[in-house]
């Protein structure tokens, strides 16, 4: 499984520490904030999980998420903001996220949505 992580928040990126056992691979892209350069990566790299840093992204966010969708609506999608505001919210759940957090994040929480969704695609590709 591919994860790609859009961030260059160093607390998110310590709590996301994936086994890269069971052929789990992770890239990280925490240089560029282009939502060219986004999804060019998306793209070529064609991950079966993207963690999106809200604060990252902005203002970009909504529009990389509908652009993910659009050129692959199987694509996971994890959604962090510290941005609490019900619009942001209202704009983004409709676009399929399977787990959304507010920073700051219990590691846990989210170490746990990821081997979940990594748990998932294992069973989906034994089966």
Known sequence: MKIMIF??????LKMIQ??????????????????????????SNNPSLVVIDDDFL????????????????KVKIIFVTSD????LGREISPL???YYGHKPLEGRELRD???SIINQK??????
């Not at 961030?7 to 998110?12: R, V």
């Not at 609490?84 to 619009?87: A, K």
């Not at 294992?122 to 089966?127: G, P, R, V, Y």
């Open 113 to 115: 949505s990821i081997e």
């Open 84 to 87: 609490e505001s019900v619009e």
């Open 18 to 43: 994936v086994s890269e056992a069971n052929d789990t691979s992770v890239s990280i892209m925490e240089d560029s904030q282009d939502p060219l350069d986004i999804m060019s990566a998306i793209c």
């Open 7 to 12: 961030s260059n928040d160093p607390q998110l």
């Open 58 to 73: 902005k203002p970009h966010s909504a529009h990389v998420l509908r652009s993910v969708r659009k050129i692959n609506s």
């Open 122 to 127: 294992s069973n989906i590709s034994t089966t």
């Open 96 to 98: 399929g996220i399977h």
